[in-house]
């Protein structure tokens, strides 16, 4: 999952590791992680990219 920083906010990852995210900046990030930073409303989704198919 993409998602772009509005804040600076740190996320707990496991009981010893935390990460720390910038604002403004975008990353990749697993989805409960994204989905926990956009519930906290520190980040937004940032749309994937479309494909196209060649036929």
């Known amino acids: 999952m993409k998602i772009k920083m509005k804040c600076d ?6 009981s010893s590791t935390s990460q720390h995210f910038r604002a403004g900046r975008e990353y990749s990030v ?11 409303q520190v980040a937004e989704a940032v749309p994937g990219t479309k ?3 060649k036929e």
């Open 30 to 40: 697993p989805k409960a992680t994204g989905e926990a930073l956009i519930t906290r």
């Open 51 to 53: 494909t196209v198919e």
């Open 9 to 14: 906010a740190h996320h707990r990852i496991s």
